[in-house]
């Protein structure tokens, strides 16, 4: 069964400072990987996503993440934080399903609070 | 476009009731997901709908259960209702192009279920 790990429960930074989250998953082959951010209240806003191609993905609101297959990582980096990027962010993995009837489904890492600090 | 969205926000029930919860996909979207989130367990899937049938279904008991309307529009239902069901219930729709399935869930503001 695939799984997903982010390591850091909680990561306290500096406004202006750089930020990077930590995404590792587990499964038979390269799944879709995407970064979600949630506001206290709030749903899950998609950040971006991998499927394929180039291992450098940009998001929105300057994020960007780095896929490394031989590391089974996704991290999640930020040069510059803000003080609005104080969230809790998800690492979720989806299986490249290739079928109508495919176990299409995301799994959640258990998700890393950001606090910034002035 | 407008986003997922979902009704109610808030709800408080007792135990023993039953809820049903209701999403409104992106327009054009065709796949509807459920997933439940809280402290203890994060975020788990509950089940996916396709064309009104029931595609996929996550470990959750048979008081869980769903629909989707012929306009794509999901309810979820909630029968027998326990402490430990108070949870964030979100939605989340995706277009679904089936065969290669390269889609993205785009998730609602969710609902938040207190049950006393």
């Known amino acids: 069964a695939q799984s997903v790990t982010q390591p850091d429960i909680h990561i306290t930074v500096s406004e202006g400072a750089s930020l990077e989250l930590r995404c590792n998953y587990s499964?038979?082959?390269?799944?879709?990987l995407f970064w979600y951010v949630q506001s206290p209240g709030q749903g899950l806003q998609l950040l971006l996503k991998?499927?394929?191609?180039?291992?450098l993905v940009q998001g929105i609101k300057g994020f960007e993440a780095e896929f490394k297959r031989s590391q089974s990582s996704f991290n999640l980096r930020k040069p510059s934080v803000h003080w609005s990027d104080a969230a809790e962010y998800f690492c979720?993995?989806?299986?490249?399903?290739?079928?109508?009837?495919?176990?299409?489904?995301?799994?959640f890492g258990t998700g890393t609070r950001l606090t910034i600090i002035p | 476009k407008a986003g997922v969205t979902q009704t109610p926000r808030y709800l408080i029930k007792t135990r023993g009731q039953q809820v049903t919860l209701s999403c409104s996909p992106i327009?054009?979207?065709?796949?509807v997901s459920w997933y439940q989130q809280t402290p203890g367990q994060g975020l788990q899937f509950l089940f996916e709908?396709?064309?009104?049938?029931?595609?996929n279904k996550g470990n959750f008991p048979g008081r869980f259960s769903g629909r989707q309307f012929s306009n794509s529009r999901s309810e979820m239902n909630v029968s027998t209702l326990e402490l430990g069901d108070s949870a964030l219930y979100l939605c989340?729709?995706?277009?679904?192009?089936?065969?290669?399935?390269?889609?993205?869930?785009?998730f609602g503001p969710g609902t938040r279920l207190t049950v006393l």
């Open positions: 979720a993995v989806h299986p490249p399903t290739i079928s109508n009837f495919g176990n299409e489904k995301l799994t």
């Open positions: 327009s054009g979207h065709r796949s």
């Open positions: 709908y396709f064309s009104e049938t029931q595609r």
């Open positions: 991998y499927f394929s191609g180039d291992t």
């Open positions: 499964y038979g082959a390269t799944p879709y």
């Open positions: 989340a729709s995706s277009w679904d192009p089936g065969q290669t399935s390269t889609d993205t869930q785009y």
